[in-house]
C-alpha cells in the first residue's frame, strides 16, 4: 500500500478552504451525499439509494485500492459527504488519513465487510443486503423504499447470474484449466473453471516463480492465463508466453474497462473476454 507522505499537509490546508467555502454556500439538495471507497460500492449505493443519494466515488475502477493515493479533491469529497462507505479491506488504509483531513464532524463511515471476491453473484447479493441496511438506518424516512430497491436489484443479480452461467455450461468450462491471479481464482471457480495454480501480481513472478508455474502447467494442459487488471495488465504474460497459450485481463471491479460500469456489463464482459480466449 502507498502513503500518503508529504500530500498531508496539503490536504489539510485544502480542507480548510473547501470547508470554509461550502459553509458560505446554502445546499440546494435534500439528497444523502454519500462517498464510497471503490466503484463496486458505488454502483451497489446507486441501486439501493435511487433518487435519495448522491454518491462520490474515491478509488477510480482501474486502479486497486491498496496502490492508491489521496489528492485534494478526494479530501473535497469527504468535506461535503454524510456518509462514508468503505469496504474495510487492509488496503483502505489510506481512509483513515484523508477521513482525518476532511475535517467533517458530520461524516459518519461504515464497513460493508462482506467475505470472496465481490463480482461473484452470490457475494454481489450479500453486500446490496448490507448497504440497504445501512442506508436505511441513516435515513430512515426512505427504509422501505431501500428495501424494494435492493430486493429488485439482488433479483437482477439472480437473472444475470442465471444466464451467465448458463452461457458457461454450454461453453464446457468445467473441463478448462487455469493459471491465474490470486484476486481472480474465486471468480473463476464460481464460473465452473478449474483452477490448477495462482499468482499474486507481477512483482511477485521471479523466474523461479514462472519456471514453476511454467511446469505446473505444462503437466495440468492449462488453456489459460488470467490476470487481475488492477495488479497489473498482463502480469502473468511471461508464463503464457512460455505455455504457448492466451493470456487475458479480466476486472474485479465496474468500469475497469470501457463501457463496463454497471456490475451487470462488468461480469458479462468478464464472461465474455474468457469465452472469447478459448475460442481462439
Sequence with gaps: ???????????????????????CTTQNTSKIQVATSTSLLKYIVQQVGGDNIDVLNIVPPNQHPGNFDASPGDIQ??????????????GEGYAGEIIAAANNPDLKTSKVTVDGNWMIPD????ATGKVMT?????????SSEYRKSAADYQQRIISTATSLQKKLTEAGVSEIKLIASARQADFLQWAGFKVVATFSNAQALTPQTVKDLVDQGKIE?????????????????AVALELDITSVNLSNFPGGFE?????????????????EALNK
Design 259 to 275: 463501457n463496463t460500469e454497471t456490475w451487470e456489463k462488468a461480469i458479462g464482459y468478464n464472461v465474455d473476454i474468457l469465452l
Design 134 to 142: 445501512i442506508l436505511s438506518e441513516i435515513d430512515t424516512r426512505h
Design 123 to 126: 457475494v454481489q447479493s450479500a
Design 221 to 237: 494442459g492449462v488453456a489459460l492465463v488470467v490476470n487481475n487488471l488492477q495488479d497489473g495488465r498482463d502480469a502473468g504474460t
Design 1 to 23: 500500500m502507498k502513503k500518503i507522505h508529504f500530500f498531508l499537509s496539503i490536504l489539510l490546508v485544502f480542507s480548510f478552504i473547501t470547508g470554509f467555502f461550502s459553509g
Design 77 to 90: 469529497k469527504l468535506t461535503s459527504a454524510s456518509l462514508f462507505i468503505l469496504h474495510g479491506w487492509p
